[in-house]
C-alpha cells in the first residue's frame, strides 16, 4: 500500500569522492508518524535527509517522498514540506516576526492567513512575548521553537528535523515534543534525527544507521522485544574494575556503565547468565548483586552499531 | 616589554595561518595571480602618451598651405582618424557627444593669418573633459609649418578648451567619481549577498523553500538600486555645493543612465557571490575587479592612450562607459540620446550577468 508511505527509498546511496555517505538504504515510513534516524554522527543522517528533501542527487538508487519522485520534480516536493536544519538558518539579525513573516511570504501565503498562523503558532510556542525580540538574543530552546515555527507556518505534510532538540533544556525538549505530537495528530508526517535515546523512545518507528547503512528498523518496542540478548544490571562498589574483567569473555558482549550500575549484554545461548559471570568475576572477590533485566533502546543501539541485530 | 611574547606560540599562529591559506585554493591562487596578471597588464595598458585621438577637420580654406597643417598635424601621431566637418558648430556637437576629442578649425582667412603672422592661424577645439586629452592637444600648438615661425606669444593653433577652460580638477573628477565609487560600494554590497547567507546557513533553510534561483537574485540586488541612486545623489549634491560643479546636461536623463549601470554592477557582484565560498573570497574578487575597471576605465588614464586589445577588454566592464555618460551629460551637456552606443553594453551586461548568475546558482548542495 505505496499510498499510506510518506517516504519510499529503495537502495538510496550517496558518495562523496571515494567517502560512502548513504549505502543502499532502504526506508518505508508511513504517514501520520513520528520516524527517527537514531545514529551516532556521521553515520549518514543528514545527507539522506538532504536527498529526501532534494538538496543533494542521490548518487544510486531513488526516492518518492509525498508520491513525488525527488529527483525528478524536488521544486514540486518543496511546496509540501519543511526542513528544520541542524543549525539554526533563520536571521539573527531579524525579530522573530520578521523572520515569520519572511517565511512566510516565500512560501506565498495571503498576508491574512500569514498573520493568523503566526499569531496562533506564536501563542501555542509561547513566544508572543519575544515577537519583537532579535532572533540572534534568543536562548537555544526559544530559537528552536521559532525555527519549528517557521518551517510548519505553510502546513507542510512532511517534516524533517535534523536534530532539532541537540541545544536545548531537558524542559523544552519535553515541551518540544508535545508540540510534534499535537502535528501528528492533525496528520503531518514527521521525520526526526536524534542521538538522545529518551527522544527516540518516543517515535512511532525507528532506524537506527551506522556507518551509512541500515543496522536496524522497528518501533522502538519491538526492537527491544526482539534482541536477541541478555541484559544483566550489576551494582558494586567497582565498576571500572568489573567491567574490564568481564569484556575479556566472549560471551560477553558489551558491558555499559549506567551511574554506578553496569549493564551487561550477554549471549543469550549462555543458560545461566548470572552465574556465569559471577564465575567470572570470583577470583577478584569483588561483591557485586545481579539481576536480569528487560532491554532498553540503549541496549539496542549498542547491538546495532555492533552489527549484532538479525536483518 | 616582550616577556609576555612566547616564539613559540607566535610560530604555531603563524603556521596555522599558512595552512588556512593553503587550504582557500582561490585564495592560494591570487597570491601569485594578483602581481603577475596585474603588473603585466597595467604595465602594458596604461600610457599617458596619448596617441590616436579621433579628430574633426573643418577646413575652410582648402588651400595648399591648409591642407598641408592638416597633414603636420596627422604626422605628429597625436591625432589619427581624421574626420571632415562642416562648421565649428558641428566640431562643436561631435565634441559633446564623445565621437571626437579634437576639432581642428581652419577658417577662411587662413592665407592671410599665414602672410601676415599676427594671430595663429587656426583653432584647436578640444575636449578637455579629459586633462590628459588637453595636455596631447597642447603638443601640437607649436606645429610648425613652412612660412610661420611659432614663437611664445604667437602660436601655430589658438588652444580652446571647450568645457573646463578654468581648468578645474573637479568638474573632471567628480563625476567620475560616481562611477567609480558606484561600482566600489554596489559590488562589495552584493558579492557577499549570498555567500553571507551561505556561512551563516541561511541558504540551506532557503534552498528547501519553493524560492527560485531568480526571485532570490531579483529581490537581492533590488534594494540596493535604491541605494545607488541615493549615493549619486549625495556625489553630486557634495560636488556643487563644495567643488562648485557645473552640472549642464539634463538630470533626468543622467538619473536614467544610473537605471542601466546600477543594475549592471549589482549583477557583477551577484556573479562573484555565486563564485566565492567565504566572504573573504568575495572581498578579494570584488578588489580583483576593481582595479582594473579603476585603471582601466579611462578614470585615471586615458583610454585612447591603452592598446587596441586593452580597450575592447575595458569595454566590457560596466564603469568605462558609464564614465563616457556621465562626463558627456555632467560635463559636455550631451543628449542621452546621443550615448545609446554605452546604454546597450550596460543591458547586456546585466542581461548576460544575471542569467549567469542565476544558471550558477543551484538550489543544490552537492
Known amino acids: 500500500m505505496t499510498g499510506n508511505l510518506a517516504i519510499s527509498a529503495t537502495n538510496l546511496t550517496r558518495k562523496f569522492g571515494n567517502i560512502l555517505a548513504v549505502d543502499h538504504l532502504n526506508l518505508e515510513i508511513p504517514e501520520a508518524c513520528i520516524f527517527g534516524f537514531l545514529g551516532p554522527n556521521g553515520c549518514g543522517k543528514s545527507t539522506t535527509i538532504r536527498m529526501l528533501c532534494g538538496l543533494l542527487t542521490a548518487t544510486e538508487g531513488e ?71 532579535l532572533a540572534g538574543t534568543m536562548s537555544g530552546g526559544q530559537r528552536q521553537r521559532l525555527a519549528l515555527m517557521a518551517v510548519t507556518l505553510h502546513e507542510p505534510d512532511l517534516l524533517f528535523l535534523d536534530e532539532p532538540t541537540s541545544a536545548v533544556d531537558p524542559e523544552s525538549r519535553r515541551q518540544f515534543w508535545e508540540f510534534l505530537f499535537d502535528m501528528v495528530d492533525t496528520g503531518t508526517t514527521i521525520l526526526v534525527t536524534t542521538h ?36 544483566i544490571e550489576i551494582e558494586s562498589g567497582h565498576s571500572r574494575a568489573v567491567r574490564d574483567l568481564l569484556l575479556l ?62 536483518a | 616589554m ?65 591642407r598641408q597643417l592638416i597633414a603636420a598635424t596627422r604626422a605628429s601621431q597625436v591625432v589619427d582618424r581624421l574626420s571632415a566637418a562642416d562648421s ?58 613652412a612660412g610661420f615661425q611659432p614663437t611664445e606669444s604667437l ?68 534594494p540596493y538600486i535604491v541605494i545607488g541612486y541615493i549615493q549619486v545623489t549625495l556625489i553630486l549634491l557634495l560636488g556643487v555645493w563644495l567643488f562648485d560643479l557645473p552640472l549642464r546636461g539634463s538630470m533626468v536623463e543622467l538619473y536614467l543612465a544610473v537605471g542601466f549601470f546600477v543594475p549592471s554592477v549589482l549583477t557583477l557582484g551577484l556573479i562573484i557571490s555565486t563564485i566565492a565560498t567565504t566572504q573573504f573570497q568575495a572581498f578579494q574578487l570584488t578588489f580583483v575587479t576593481f582595479l582594473p575597471q579603476l585603471l582601466l576605465s579611462g578614470f585615471m588614464f586615458p583610454f585612447e592612450g591603452m592598446p587596441k586589445a586593452v580597450q575592447y577588454f575595458a569595454e566590457i566592464f560596466p564603469l568605462t562607459h558609464f564614465l563616457r555618460i556621465v562626463r558627456g551629460i555632467v560635463i559636455r551637456d550631451a543628449h542621452l540620446a546621443a550615448l545609446t552606443d554605452e546604454l546597450w553594453p550596460l543591458l547586456l551586461f546585466f542581461v548576460t550577468g544575471m542569467i549567469f548568475a542565476t544558471l550558477r546558482f543551484s538550489k543544490r548542495l552537492d
Not at chain 1, 267 to 278: M, N, T, V
Not at chain 2, 18 to 33: C, F, K, P, S, Y
Open chain 1, 63 to 133: 526516492a518518492t517522498v509525498l508520491g513525488i519522485d525527488v529527483a525528478r520534480h524536488p521544486e514540486v516536493l518543496k511546496r509540501r514540506i519543511g526542513y528544520m536544519t541542524q543549525r539554526f538558518s533563520l536571521y539573527d539579525d531579524l525579530t522573530a516576526l520578521e523572520n515569520l513573516r519572511f517565511m512566510g511570504d516565500i512560501y506565498r501565503l495571503d498576508r491574512q492567513t500569514r498573520d493568523d498562523r503566526i499569531a496562533l503558532l506564536l501563542e501555542r510556542f509561547e513566544l508572543e512575548a519575544l515577537s519583537n525580540q
Open chain 1, 196 to 231: 538522545f535515546m529518551d527522544e527516540a523512545e518516543r517515535c512511532h518507528g525507528l532506524a537506527i544507521l551506522d556507518k551509512g547503512a541500515l543496522a536496524a528498523s522497528g518501533s522502538p518496542r519491538q526492537m527491544k522485544e526482539s534482541l536477541p540478548i541478555t541484559v
Open chain 1, 249 to 310: 569473555n566472549s560471551k560477553v558482549v558489551d558491558v555499559a556503565q549506567i551511574g554506578t550500575l553496569l549493564h551487561a549484554l550477554v549471549d543469550p545461548g549462555e543458560a545461566e547468565p548470572i552465574r556465569h559471570l559471577q564465575r567470572l568475576l570470583r577470583q577478584s572477590g569483588i561483591k557485586t548483586e545481579m539481576k536480569v533485566v528487560v532491554p532498553n533502546l540503549e541496549d539496542v543501539f549498542v547491538m546495532a552499531t555492533h552489527g549484532l541485530m538479525p
Open chain 2, 2 to 66: 616582550i616577556s609576555g611574547v612566547s616564539i613559540s606560540r607566535v610560530w604555531a599562529i603563524a603556521v596555522k595561518e599558512v595552512r588556512h591559506l593553503r587550504r582557500d585554493r582561490l585564495t592560494g591562487g591570487m597570491i601569485a595571480g594578483i602581481p603577475v596578471v596585474m603588473t603585466i597588464l597595467f604595465g602594458y595598458a596604461i600610457n599617458n602618451d596619448v596617441r590616436g585621438l579621433s579628430a574633426g577637420v573643418v577646413d575652410e580654406a582648402n588651400t595648399s598651405a591648409s
Open chain 2, 88 to 145: 565649428p558648430w558641428e566640431l562643436e556637437q561631435l565634441l559633446a557627444n564623445n565621437e571626437i576629442s579634437i576639432g581642428i578649425h581652419i577658417p577662411a582667412d587662413f592665407e592671410r593669418r599665414l602672410a601676415l603672422g599676427q594671430r595663429p592661424l587656426a583653432q584647436l577645439l578640444v575636449d578637455d573633459s579629459d586633462p590628459i586629452i588637453l595636455g596631447a592637444a597642447r603638443g601640437l600648438v607649436n606645429l610648425s609649418v
Open chain 2, 155 to 222: 602660436t601655430t593653433f589658438e588652444l580652446l578648451p571647450m568645457f573646463n577652460p578654468e581648468r578645474r580638477s573637479a568638474v573632471f573628477i567628480v563625476p567620475g567619481l560616481c562611477g567609480v565609487i558606484l561600482t566600489l560600494t554596489m559590488v562589495l554590497f552584493t558579492s557577499i549577498a549570498i555567500v553571507k547567507e551561505r556561512e551563516r546557513g541561511n541558504l540551506e533553510l532557503l534552498i528547501t523553500t519553493p524560492v527560485t534561483s531568480l526571485e532570490l537574485m531579483v529581490g537581492k540586488i533590488a
